[in-house]
Structure formats: C-alpha cells, structure tokens
DNA sequence: CCTTTTTGCTAGCTAAACTAGCAATGTCCT
DNA sequence: AGGACATTGCTAGTTTAGCTAGCAAAAAGG
C-alpha cells in the first residue's frame, strides 16, 4: 500500500478483497453521511441545536449502555469545555431533558439523567425513521443481522483507541 | 407492538426475530456514538470546529458519489441558514480546504470543491482510525461484508425521506 | 414579457462557544 | 496522617458562529 493511497484512499483495489472491503468502508461513510442528516431532521423538530441534541443522544445511548454520564463525560464527547457543559446542561436542565443528580460516590461530581419526557420526544421523533429502517431489515437474514450487529460492535471497538 | 413500546422502545421483544433487530438498532446508534466521538477526535486534530468538518466529511462523501455540492446544499445537511453557511465557506475558503467554482449551468450558483490539501489532510487524520477499522474487517467473511455494505445502502435508502 | 422563486450574499443581532480562574473534593506520595 | 497535586463543575467576561432581514442577480413559470 503506497504512501498516496493511505492518505487519499484513491487507488485502485488490487484484489477483490481490497475491492469488498473498500465498498463497506466507502458504505460506511455514506451511512454516517445519512445519520448526519437524520439528526439535522430530528434537531429541526425538537428544535434544539446541534450539540444539545448530540448529548442527548449520547446520553441515551450510555444509558442503554447501563453507564453513567457525567458533565465532564459530555465535555469530553463533543469535544468542549466544561464552561460550555454547564450551560449546556443549564439549557438542558431547564427545558426539562435532563437532570443533575448527585454523583453517589465522589461528592465534586454529577450524573446527568435523561427525563422519561425527553426521551419519550426523542423517540418519538426517531419513531418514523425507526419504522422505515425496520423496514429495510426485513431483506436480512437472522444470519446477516447478526454478522451486522457484530461488524457494528467491532467497529466501535476499533474506534475507542 | 403497544404505543408505549414504539415510542420509548423499552418493551421486551417478543420474538427472537424482534430481539435480532433490536439488537441491530441498539448495535447502530451506539456505533453512531463512536463515530460521533471520531469525528470529535479529526476534529481536535484539524482545530476546526464541528459544522466546518461537518461541511467538509459532506463533501467528500458527495464527490465520492460523483455529485456536486453547493453551498445551498451544505445548509440543508448541517441546517443552518444559507446566511452562516456562507461565512463557513468563507472560513474554509480563507483556511485553503474549499474554493468556489461558479456552477457551469447555473450563473447563480456556486459549487464547492475541496481541495487535494485539505482532501489528504482529513485522510491523513482519519488514516489511524481506519487502520484499526480495516483490521477489524478481517474477521468478516466476503459474504458478510457483501451483507454490510448492502446493510449501509439500505439504511441509507431508508433515511431519505 | 413580467411575475415569482431561487441563490448566495451583507449587515446587524443573539446564542453558544472559548479562556481564565476558583472552591470543593479526591488521589497520591512520603 | 498530612501536604502537594489533580479533578470536577462552576462563574465571569470575551470571541465565535449562529440567527433574521433584506437585497441583487439569475432562473423558472405563467
């Protein structure tokens, strides 16, 4: 693999191999390209900006994750300080999304709680998008939905360092 | 499937069909997180903020359709007003990762191009990440991948309205 | 041909990010 | 145990990046 091929990723697959798994990566793409824009759709609806909803999101996915998400945690995720955290979950806090509780172990800390009204509103507007891609899975074997469920777990791995 | 059930997706799948694909959907938006917290990362890396590489992946991802991007385009994606898009691009323009091209049919309307700088520097950043992510692809069959890619495809169908 | 729509821009305003710095708490080291 | 150091989340003040309103030029449609 050249040098010019590793940093533009323009080159002509050599082996078929090389030809699948550049079309999953170019796929890949496209589909976070996708959610990008489903995420646009869902900010305009719930009118709410973008990195609010980004922690929302997050948050949901921590809790169904059973973790516990701290304002620090958020900070860190979108990649801002923890000046902005705060009135970000000032903005959220007061729109009833989420709320601050107490850290049970380390008393300078919080853990931020999503509201069963907030999640409830983003469900339901993730509702329609939920119906049609259950849709789409309907053309998927047991078997594939699972190598898929894998490959999505894999990549996640492979993307947290 | 109850009311309660679609709206908050906490119901106790019934089938192991239902349970597949909810396995799938939960698989999907905590992968959504991790390539949230990559684009965080480039974005760290490149000191840019979240909608000017926003911008930028959307580009890419179009050119590699063989489409062309305008900055009408680029507010719908991000949505914002075509206002805060132009000062993006102005941003992007001053910073040498975009020109303007005037569009060919339209006397209007601009295109947006990325340019070879800022197309290497993003895949440079991204060259790591995708390292470990192609890695991870070893232990997917041709098949499975095949199954991925189309996975990737449909969603993204799905998503589009 | 004339009206309406679309496109991308400027100007001025508001919202949301940043840096700096702080008190409270936790952690580590000797 | 005690002191140095790190971490957490906050406030205050500043800068950045979003918004609305409105415009000229070009395209589209009657």
Redesign the pocket.
């Known amino acids: 693999m050249s040098e010019v091929s590793t940093v533009t990723e323009r080159w002509v697959p050599q082996t078929p191999r090389e030809e699948i798994v550049l079309s999953t990566l170019t796929a890949m793409r496209a589909f976070s390209d996708a959610m990008d824009r489903m995420h646009t759709g869902i900010r305009g609806e719930m009118e709410m900006?973008?990195?609010?909803l980004a922690a929302l999101r997050m948050v949901i996915v921590r809790e169904q994750r059973g973790e516990w998400v701290?304002?620090?945690?958020i900070?860190v995720h979108?990649?801002?300080?923890?000046?902005?955290?705060?009135?970000?979950?000032?903005?959220l806090t007061e729109s009833g999304h989420v709320e601050?509780r107490p850290?049970p172990?380390?008393?300078?800390?919080?853990?931020v709680v999503i509201t069963d009204a907030a999640r409830a509103e983003f469900f339901r507007h993730f509702a329609q998008r939920m119906t049609r891609m259950r849709a789409a899975m309907d053309s998927f074997s047991d078997d594939e939905l699972g190598s898929i469920t894998r490959f999505f777990g894999e990549m996640g791995l492979a993307l947290q360092e």
Chains 1, 2 share one sequence.
């Open positions: 900006n973008a990195s609010d701290s304002p620090h945690d900070a979108l990649g801002i300080s923890t000046a902005s955290t705060t009135k970000l979950l000032d903005r601050r850290h172990h380390d008393r300078r800390a919080r853990i």
